[in-house]
């Protein structure tokens, strides 16, 4: 951890610099030496593992198991679906091994495929059904565009489901559910704010009958894709030849939903909660909840004491695997900025007067905020300051995602809203080619999704094409 | 779960055969539509998780963090330790896709390279070390022999752990204390014993000073290797330039260690517990430990009561996740089978009589052995019961083990025990060349390990060529 220098550039001043800086100097990844892949490192991995972790929870209350599939997956495979095949060729990786026949293998890049083909062999019959399988695995996209640790990488990890029912409202109420669980993990893990809606035509996964997602709104205006869940209706049934007997004995095709997230998450993490001194983790989401610094005096029997109480409190506080950094080589200043640095959610700061006091100061790193705590307080105390952090987290990030919302019904005012950053809500007609109209002109601009509130529409007109409007969407750039 | 058949062949007539059905028919993994690849279900999976989080737990409480490495690796960097790259050469897969540079890129068959050139940049002084990383991961090796689902297969999830240390001793003494956490992993939780010792200079891992194992040994007669460690030496440290600044500011080379199990572990559950009925699972790796039939009758009324009896007790016993099947399109006897295939640890019957007698019947998967319990003494005779399991599992599998170990002193007698299918001890001169014509000449039998005890010598000659023996080893064929 030495050698390590602050943040030298501000979030507002320049958000690409200073995000770089942040994922590096907070040790939450590194650069690989392949273009475009990452490395995590144990401070990143830990938050990935505590979404996996809480997710993981959520699923499998719902009935969901985890499996693994083969990484490869033969070309015949992804042909089998031409929207799907369409949508991912362009950015597989191919291998150079072959099997004996003529057959190509690519590295996954999604596993519908792959697993539809398992699922045709092992569904018979409606009491196969639902079949809920998940897997936590590696994915291969070869990005063309500029990558961006965590946000926009040619590996990341993520988790798929892909379950299977015997009826349309099971499938599509279950991808729902689904689409609830993320915005748990982005709001009450994260505490990152997060739009809810369906996916307009245009921006639907390749392969589905409709899609939803959560969508958050970064700092710098750019909206996040988090997490999506697709209602693939029977389109892959039918490619994979997935039949099962219901209870009448009769041959019918099942519904299908797919859904993920991945460690593009950590990008939404380190962009809302981030600040100039570096990385600020929610305390839900922190393996080390509170780093305890012991003010060393010229004094050494003294400092003996004072290291003595600090490892008496870092055992009374142990469920929150504080940090205790008695280390005599680092000044307390370096210290101070380290954990800032890091994003540990509280430090505490322990001298000779605080222990004639009976009592140690407590920083939030949220605020800055100093708060002197008596000894006999400190459990409670620690445990509301954790859950008040976490809480103001929140609701800083979501007071930002609405001061950037607005309204507009006309195109001129789109593209004003569109300069000042914000996320437009506004009247469009759904249709595609309208839709991709707005992306080519504003040369970005795309639609994030219609909201499960405040989409409905009278006598609306398409802000774009005037057209009698089927919906309200949101709009912004993205990542 | 329908349609599945029992396993028709006997364990001890046709054992890869009895192991290919197992796998299979108790829904642990199905063969992939790639060859060599495997599809693991989520029976099998959740086996895996089982061992991942026993034995993440250990290695956590060492100080070892988590963290993700590229899946690509460059081909000139494996190319930097000469005999790694020899070791892993033939078995690489390699991707099309190529960087800027003459690069070609492979899928990590193992992560040493990829890994030590980060540490290289993230190794400065004394205070960094010893970093200790581990990932859990997926590995492909692009095998020619015959695979095998679990035990041989182009790709395979495995865990490996990487650290670097300041000082031989510490690096050393790590590799034996995770070699200590394997041997918990196979013995305490999986139930299958192994022997623990150090690799023959021929067994060593490509690129290591000295290898340490775990060994099982299969009811077959074949030793299955189930985990190694490995002390690295400054080998890779001085490959790939990682050098640190000791306390008195010199510049130094540090020492590694690596070390891995992977989803192999899984095979040797399948040969050691399974049975002519199917899979048997370790009271302590079953996610599902009991499983609950309900006994029923021609009149409803009765089983309304016999259910909700049931469903009682299942909640009582919530801890053990317990499996009701109260579904009335199957039989008894099916489900009986059902369970046993599977390899639920306890059954529990229960029917209208038990109800008049206040008890419960359960059955043992392991002997097949039926008790009467009462209600009142239910938690407890569970707890009992599953605790007897695990116990008498290990021990079955550790008398099979010590009944095929044999000592010999002369090439004849190692020639009939191998025949005879033994695990044999047998003093050897160390060297390489011999052991290798060893290995030739009985195509296909070689050293298991120097067992940490039972290895010195004193006049002993090598069982081979005669010339003075430098320690007695195991000897067997292997999976």
Redesign the interface.
Known sequence: ???TKGITVKKEEDMPEWYGQVVLKSELA?Y????G??????R???L??SIRDFFDKLIKSNGV????????I?KS?FDKEAEHAEGFEPEV?????E??SEER?A?RPTSET?MY??YS??I??W??LPLK?NQW??I?R?EVKDTKIFLRTR?F?WQEGHCVYATEKECDQDARVILEYYRKVAEELLAVPVLTGKKTKAETFAGAVRSYAIEGFMPDGKALQMGTSHMLGQNFAKAFDINFLDENEKVSTPWQNSWGISTRLLGALVLTHGDDKGMVIPPSMAEEKVAIVPIFVKDDSVNEKTIAKAKEIASELKKYNPILDDRT?YSMGWKYNQYELLGVPLRMEIGPRDIENENVVLVRRDTGEKIVVKWLDLQDEVRRLLDVIQTNLFAKAKQVMESKKTYVSTWEDFLVADKEKKLILTPHCGIEECELSIKDETQGVTSRCIPFSDSKVTDEVCVKCGKKAAYKAYFSRQY
């Open positions: 951890m030495k050698d590194d690989a030496p392949l273009r892949f990452m490395v995590i490192r144990p990143g991995y830990a990935w593992e198991k985890n499996a693994y599939f083969p990484l490869l033969p495979f990786a191919w291998i150079e091994q099997a004996d293998y590295i792959i083909d398992s062999r092992w018979r019959s009491r196969d399988i695995c590696n291969v070869w590996e990890l080589e």
